[in-house]
């Protein structure tokens, strides 16, 4: 997956949460495993008014209230206030590379989602973290919530925009 299309697009890596302290710090709600991998990056993208503006990142921790960020220009709990709940994203071409079989979730979003027996279940929609583990939620004539577990991942092709499941277009979603 090494088109430049597909590395210039943005993966949300989480959201601005709440506001912290009194010098304009902002708790953050990160997507990426572990939590505090947010913070490698020095500079975040925004999603304010419709697009995605750049801001640095001044300082950044881990701690029992999770991760919090300092960003340039903001000063005050006031300011910092008007930031909950933007998106933080980079660039797909800013993220580490995967080793060999691993993928990351934006990479799998939009793919085909077909059975072993190459029966379509619809495109695989997005991931949703429940505390039972992940689940691929797969949109087609129905909606199927199907493990993202290894025994149920059978093959992905990302060149033909596929990924196989171990799954029946006719099971049960419970």
Not at 64 to 84: M, N
Not at 104 to 133: I, K, M, N, Q
């Amino acid at each position: 997956m090494g088109d430049a299309q597909a590395d210039d697009r943005w993966v949300v890596l989480g959201k601005i949460g709440s506001t912290f302290g009194v010098q304009g710090w902002v708790r953050i709600t990160s997507y990426t495993d572990p939590p505090e991998n947010i913070l490698d990056y020095d500079r975040w993208h925004l999603h304010r008014a419709g697009q995605w503006e750049a801001v640095e990142v001044e300082g950044g921790r881990m701690t029992a209230k999770g991760v919090l960020a300092k960003l340039v220009g903001i000063e005050t709990p006031e300011e910092a206030r008007l930031q909950v709940g933007i998106e933080i994203a980079v660039l797909r071409s800013e993220l580490p590379p995967t080793a060999p079989g691993e993928f990351y979730w934006s990479d799998l979003e939009g793919l085909e989602a077909v059975t072993p027996s190459g029966e379509s279940l619809g495109r695989l929609d997005h991931f949703r973290s429940t505390p039972g583990g992940d689940i691929a939620v797969v949109k087609g004539a129905r909606e199927h919530w199907i493990p993202f577990v290894k025994d149920r991942i059978v093959k992905v092709d990302l060149d033909a925009g596929r990924i196989v499941f171990d799954w029946g277009v006719d099971w049960l979603d419970d």
